[in-house]
């Protein structure tokens, strides 16, 4: 498991913005990645999809690394910053876009 840990940590720490999926952005294969999806196409920040479909080491290991039981799991420059209901409602607040600005991360709407 110690490999699924340390490929998850890598994603994380080396990309931006990492949302892990059920599926891919470009076809989500659960109704919550693809609401994250929609938000994070919406607002034209870049993004690494990662598909926890392709592995149950990965689909258990992302839920143990962030103590988190869901997936969609968005992070942002190394932290966790939630799930699906999360995300959506940062977003309706405005916070997502602010947090996004706030750590430098371009958005179409910036």
């Known amino acids: 498991m110690s490999g699924i840990n340390e490929f998850i940590d890598n ?4 990309n ?9 952005p470009g076809f989500p294969q659960c109704g919550f990645s693809g609401q994250v999806v929609q938000i994070l196409d919406y ?3 870049d993004y690494k ?3 926890v479909l392709t ?8 839920k143990d690394y962030s103590s988190w039981p869901t997936i969609p799991q968005l992070y942002v420059k190394g932290e966790f ?5 999360i995300i959506r409602e940062m977003f309706q607040a405005g ?5 996004l600005s706030e750590k430098g991360i371009a958005t179409k709407a910036a």
């Open 11 to 14: 994603e994380v720490k080396s």
């Open 16 to 24: 931006d913005v990492v949302l892990f999926m059920k599926g891919t």
């Open 55 to 62: 592995s149950n080491d990965l689909r258990q290991g992302i």
């Open 95 to 99: 916070e997502l876009q602010t947090l």
């Open 43 to 45: 607002i034209g920040v």
């Open 49 to 51: 999809g990662v598909n």
């Open 81 to 85: 910053v939630g799930g699906c209901d």
